[in-house]
């Protein structure tokens, strides 16, 4: 079946230091990609999204890049925080009847003082 | 809270219980989801309805039964459980049409006894 793949599954980073968060996807008919951040007992929240004839979107310290051709996407965080400590979801959409949408297994997010 | 409501927020049910998740969105969205997530697995998709219509059914168990009367509604009722459903079920909503991004409920905890 199809599926987004999401790594790394843990990343640890420095207060300041740049996070990269990588996924692939399988699914050619694939057309919207969002990403979504869960803080600890919280619900997921959609913090940015790219479409598919877009190849980078940015907005204040994180930015998505799109790679159609190789199916794949990343997100960028710059300067990272404390309260960037989180989980990540990346998601894969097709369109239908009501968005199939798949997600990739999450990577944590620990962003040291 | 406004936006996605779930009840109840934590439920431990017997095997041979019978009980029901509901789920209400505020947003005038068109499209509704069920997913499981389970630890250290990525979010399943589990149903989705779009103007009250299931559009999709990710091989779920048939103890697994969802029921959408209208737009703003989705229920999703249990039935002879296994341990191994214990999980969070969050529901999400979107407009369906245009616009993909998914608001998410703060999710129902289920224990599974």
């Known amino acids: 079946g199809e599926n987004v793949e999401q790594h790394p599954s843990t990343l640890s980073v420095q207060e300041g230091d740049s996070a990269v968060i990588k996924c692939t996807y399988s699914d050619s008919a694939s057309n919207y990609f969002p990403w979504y951040k869960q803080e600890l007992g919280k619900r997921p929240q959609l913090i940015i999204d790219?479409?598919?004839?877009?190849g980078e979107k940015k907005d204040q310290r994180i930015a998505v890049t799109l790679n159609k051709t190789a199916k794949h996407f990343s997100l960028h965080i710059t300067e990272t925080q404390p309260e960037d400590s989180a989980v990540y979801f990346c998601?894969?959409?097709?369109?239908?009847?009501?968005?199939?949408?798949?997600f990739g297994a999450g990577t944590r997010l620990f962003v040291k003082a | 809270e406004t936006g996605v409501t779930q009840t109840p927020r934590h439920l431990v049910m017997g095997m041979t219980n019978k009980k029901s998740l509901k789920c209400e969105q505020h947003l005038g969205h068109n499209a509704m989801y069920w997913y499981k997530q389970s630890a250290k697995k990525p979010l399943e998709l589990m149903f989705v309805y779009n103007f009250k219509e299931q559009t999709e059914n990710n091989s779920v168990p048939s103890r697994f039964s969802p029921e959408c009367p209208n737009s703003s509604h989705l229920f999703l009722h249990l039935h002879t459980l296994q341990p191994e459903d214990s999980a969070l079920y969050l529901c999400?909503?979107?407009?369906?049409?245009?616009?993909?991004?998914?608001?998410f409920g703060p999710g129902t905890r289920l224990t599974v006894t």
């Open positions: 999400a909503s979107s407009q369906g049409t245009s616009v993909m991004e998914q608001y």
């Open positions: 998601a894969a959409s097709t369109p239908g009847g009501g968005f199939k949408t798949i």
């Open positions: 790219i479409r598919s004839n877009v």
